[in-house]
Each structure stands twice: as C-alpha cells, then as structure tokens.
C-alpha cells in the first residue's frame, strides 16, 4: 500500500474514533445488548461500572417490558442513553423497530469491528 493512501486510511479511522469518542460523551448511559434469535442480553454501563444486566426474550413485548423496568428504576429520560448492539441480520428486527418507534439513539456495530476493539 502507498504510504500516502495508508496515511489517508490512518487518517479516517482516527478521525472515526475520535468522532465515537466525542458522540459517547454525550451520553450518560451506555446499553450494550447482546443480540440472539431467542434473546437479547441487556448491559448497563454508567461511569465505566455496569449498574444493570437482564435477559429477556428477543420479542417487541418482552422489550417494551425492559425498556419500562430501565425508565422506571435506572433512568427515566431514556433519551440519556445510547444503545449499542452488533449487527446479527434478522434477529435485530424486534429490538431495532422498539428503540426506533421510540425514537431512540442506536449505535450498530460490525462483529469485525467489535473484534478488533476487544482483543
């Protein structure tokens, strides 16, 4: 690769995590589900500590439900938080139509992506 087209893609993913950095600061909440065909694995992160982990079904019912328990005991103004999950195909749907109808803020990532991050 060229060095000027390696700077260029150097350039563009720091700016891109530099750019995830400065979105995630405007959040106080940070929801990271675990998406599956049968469930989905709610994680609650406030100030780097997990204040809330629950599993439920991976059905609109069941999420509604989750997303009342999380308004009602952790954080009313779910508008505070960002919900973060993988991008798994088909098994999104329920969860992906429940937080748009509410017209919340969700963060997809790839499972490449996710992977480089972790290890």
């Given at each position: 690769m060229p060095i000027i087209k390696g700077l260029r893609v150097f350039r563009t993913v720091n700016s891109i995590s530099h750019?995830?950095?400065?979105?995630?600061?405007?959040?106080?909440?940070?929801?990271?589900?675990?998406?599956?065909?049968a469930t989905?694995?709610?994680?609650?992160?406030?100030?780097?500590?997990?204040?809330?982990?629950?599993?439920?079904?991976?059905?609109?019912?069941?999420?509604?439900k989750l997303l009342k328990l999380l308004a009602k005991e952790y954080f009313p103004d779910l508008f505070r938080a960002v919900f973060c999950m993988e991008y798994t195909g088909i098994y999104n749907n329920h969860l992906l139509q429940?937080?748009?109808?509410?017209?919340?803020?969700i963060w997809m990532e790839s499972a490449m992506q996710i992977k480089r991050n972790t290890s």
């Open positions: 750019l995830k950095n400065k979105v995630m600061k405007q959040f106080e909440f940070f929801v990271g589900i675990d998406v599956s065909k989905l694995d709610f994680s609650v992160v406030q100030d780097g500590k997990q204040v809330f982990y629950q599993r439920t079904e991976n059905k609109p019912k069941a999420i509604h429940v937080l748009q109808d509410q017209q919340l803020t």
